[in-house]
């Protein structure tokens, strides 16, 4: 799960570069590519084996933690955040699935990165700006790296897949496969719209982090998806348009090059647009309010000064402004929807909306409210418990509320049970329906295991007005076939049990 370029090292690298007097893009003034080696279209041979003279102790550290490009995995996780403390907002704390989830997208992103090191050595040997790298210079041997790549995706889906959720772990490895095999194996040497495309990879840290919690997807995530996905043509055609030669020498079909500097240009300030218009949409959709609002306009604000003087006047200066800019921009927008979303009160008026075409208005219109009682038990032969994220709730007619309950596996073997709910009084239940319910389905929990399962409902605005309370309680019960509930998925309609 990667965004396709090395931040770390493309800033220190090229920042460290002389600048033409007059301030001119001119790439040929300032690449200084190393003597090709005979070969194919003047490619660089791909190391064949391991370094012949691997260097210190610290030298092999710091090539290993260059593999795992650091500050692209900053990046990663300062954008998977908020999206974790949104999912999270209203259930138990568990420390356990924070770690998990940060733990396991980070480790996605890291394997990722290893591996894209390895997959691309041959252009990295002939590009000025990469040719420092640990698999250039013979630091680390190239079949180190590739182990050490599948070591940590490896890492990561174990991770995910033991303490999250199988849709949060089908995105990340759909992430990395994503990033090494389609955009680095064949996207990167072969069409200039590899950044778009391949953006998709970098920008699925919200996602993993949002499932990761709740097991499904909702309108929020997708947004802040859509905003590093915009974000990242803008922020690497700013330095491709500097490293242009570079790009051409090694034969990497960067839009710079084929399409040339206007065209660049005109896509770099269009996508910006887009990009900032973007950003807007996230409290309309439950995520951020006021505080993130207003960074929102005053980051956009630069971002959008910065590619105009770009779009005027492509000096290496320029570029490298809008480079260095736009990882500050990422890092600080999404940083505000973190505080903002932190510091919101969980019974407060933003509502999270499921993936739907109509946004939640409801939400603004007065509503008589019922309040609810949240019981969970087992059965006797059950060995595990069940406790609501807390036992009562308010919600308005008509719209929807979200709770989990936690379960917890207590026995030393593999519990397969279901989840029967009761709802009373019993002229409530026609008025109650499940739109996401983990008793749907029969559910395992391996030995010990515990984890968190959603319940998204709503109750009728025909509710008799005689009822002001209603309780719900949950019985585990094993599950001895496919489930009573599997054929109800859409939550419509009474349950009677």
């Given at each position: 799960m990667r965004w396709p370029v090395s931040r770390s090292q493309v800033l220190m690298s090229t920042l460290s570069q002389d600048v033409p007097e007059d301030g001119r893009l001119d790439a040929a003034a300032v690449v200084r590519p190393s003597p090709r080696p005979a070969g194919a279209a003047g490619m660089a041979a791909p190391p064949s084996g391991e370094a012949a003279a691997p260097g210190s102790l610290g030298d092999v550290v710091r090539a290993y933690l260059t593999l795992t490009k650091p500050t692209i995995l900053l990046t990663v996780l300062a954008t998977g955040l908020p999206a974790l403390l949104l999912a999270a907002r209203d259930r138990p704390s568990d420390p356990g699935l924070v770690l998990a989830t940060l733990g396991g997208t980070a480790l996605a992103s890291a394997g990722a990165a290893a591996i894209n090191h390895y997959m691309d050595r041959d252009i990295d040997a002939v590009m000025y700006r990469t040719r420092g790298r640990p698999l250039p210079t013979g630091t680390l041997g190239p079949r180190k790296a590739l182990a050490f790549g599948v070591l940590l995706s490896f890492l990561s889906t174990a991770i995910l897949a033991w303490k999250t959720t199988w849709l949060a772990t089908v995105i990340a490895v759909a992430?990395?496969?994503?990033?090494?095999?389609?955009?680095?194996?064949?996207?990167?040497?072969?069409?200039?719209?590899?950044?778009?495309?391949?953006?998709?990879?970098?920008?699925?840290?919200?996602?993993?982090?949002?499932?990761?919690?709740?097991?499904?997807?909702?309108w929020a995530p997708v947004l802040m998806f859509l905003i590093v996905f915009l974000w990242t043509p803008p922020h690497f055609w700013a330095l491709a348009l500097f490293r242009k030669d570079d790009y051409a020498q090694a034969g990497v079909p960067m839009l710079p090059v084929v399409a040339g500097e206007d065209v660049t240009k005109r896509q770099i300030v269009g996508y910006s647009v887009v990009m900032i218009l973007s950003s807007f949409a996230l409290p309309w959709w439950g995520a951020g309010g006021t505080a993130y609002l207003v960074a929102a306009s005053v980051l956009g604000a630069g971002f959008l000064w910065l590619a105009a003087q770009l779009y005027r006047e492509a000096s290496v200066k320029r570029c490298?402004?809008?480079?260095?800019?736009?990882?500050?921009?990422?890092?600080?927008?999404?940083?505000?929807?973190?505080?903002?979303?932190?510091?919101?009160?969980?019974?407060?008026?933003?509502?999270?909306?499921?993936l739907s075409l109509m946004p939640?208005?409801?939400?603004?219109?007065?509503?008589?409210?019922v309040r609810l009682k949240w019981i969970g038990v087992s059965e006797r032969d059950v060995p595990a418990t069940i406790r609501p994220a807390k036992p009562t709730s308010e919600l308005r007619l008509g719209t929807k509320g979200r709770i989990s309950f936690q379960i917890t596996n207590h026995s030393s073997q593999s519990l397969t049970f279901e989840a029967i709910p009761h709802v009373a009084p019993a002229v409530a239940d026609a008025h109650f329906h499940k739109v996401v319910c983990f008793c749907h389905r029969v559910q395992t929990l391996g030995p010990g295991q515990s984890r968190n399962f959603e319940l998204v409902y709503t109750i009728d605005l025909?509710?008799?007005?005689?009822?002001?309370?209603?309780?719900?309680?949950?019985?585990?019960?094993?599950?001895?076939?496919?489930?009573?509930?599997?054929a109800d998925h859409s939550g419509k309609g009474p349950h009677h049990h």
């Amino acid at each position: 799960m990667r965004w396709p370029v090395s931040r770390s090292q493309v800033l220190m690298s090229t920042l460290s570069q002389d600048v033409p007097e007059d301030g001119r893009l001119d790439a040929a003034a300032v690449v200084r590519p190393s003597p090709r080696p005979a070969g194919a279209a003047g490619m660089a041979a791909p190391p064949s084996g391991e370094a012949a003279a691997p260097g210190s102790l610290g030298d092999v550290v710091r090539a290993y933690l260059t593999l795992t490009k650091p500050t692209i995995l900053l990046t990663v996780l300062a954008t998977g955040l908020p999206a974790l403390l949104l999912a999270a907002r209203d259930r138990p704390s568990d420390p356990g699935l924070v770690l998990a989830t940060l733990g396991g997208t980070a480790l996605a992103s890291a394997g990722a990165a290893a591996i894209n090191h390895y997959m691309d050595r041959d252009i990295d040997a002939v590009m000025y700006r990469t040719r420092g790298r640990p698999l250039p210079t013979g630091t680390l041997g190239p079949r180190k790296a590739l182990a050490f790549g599948v070591l940590l995706s490896f890492l990561s889906t174990a991770i995910l897949a033991w303490k999250t959720t199988w849709l949060a772990t089908v995105i990340a490895v759909a992430s990395i496969l994503y990033y090494t095999v389609f955009y680095t194996g064949w996207l990167k040497r072969r069409t200039p719209q590899n950044i778009v495309i391949g953006g998709a990879a970098g920008a699925s840290a919200p996602l993993i982090c949002w499932s990761a919690v709740t097991g499904d997807m909702a309108w929020a995530p997708v947004l802040m998806f859509l905003i590093v996905f915009l974000w990242t043509p803008p922020h690497f055609w700013a330095l491709a348009l500097f490293r242009k030669d570079d790009y051409a020498q090694a034969g990497v079909p960067m839009l710079p090059v084929v399409a040339g500097e206007d065209v660049t240009k005109r896509q770099i300030v269009g996508y910006s647009v887009v990009m900032i218009l973007s950003s807007f949409a996230l409290p309309w959709w439950g995520a951020g309010g006021t505080a993130y609002l207003v960074a929102a306009s005053v980051l956009g604000a630069g971002f959008l000064w910065l590619a105009a003087q770009l779009y005027r006047e492509a000096s290496v200066k320029r570029c490298m402004r809008l480079f260095t800019y736009s990882i500050a921009y990422l890092l600080l927008l999404f940083g505000a929807l973190a505080v903002d979303i932190a510091t919101q009160r969980p019974d407060g008026p933003a509502e999270v909306a499921n993936l739907s075409l109509m946004p939640p208005a409801e939400a603004a219109v007065p509503r008589r409210a019922v309040r609810l009682k949240w019981i969970g038990v087992s059965e006797r032969d059950v060995p595990a418990t069940i406790r609501p994220a807390k036992p009562t709730s308010e919600l308005r007619l008509g719209t929807k509320g979200r709770i989990s309950f936690q379960i917890t596996n207590h026995s030393s073997q593999s519990l397969t049970f279901e989840a029967i709910p009761h709802v009373a009084p019993a002229v409530a239940d026609a008025h109650f329906h499940k739109v996401v319910c983990f008793c749907h389905r029969v559910q395992t929990l391996g030995p010990g295991q515990s984890r968190n399962f959603e319940l998204v409902y709503t109750i009728d605005l025909d509710l008799p007005t005689s009822v002001g309370a209603v309780t719900l309680s949950y019985t585990l019960t094993k599950a001895h076939g496919k489930g009573s509930h599997d054929a109800d998925h859409s939550g419509k309609g009474p349950h009677h049990h």
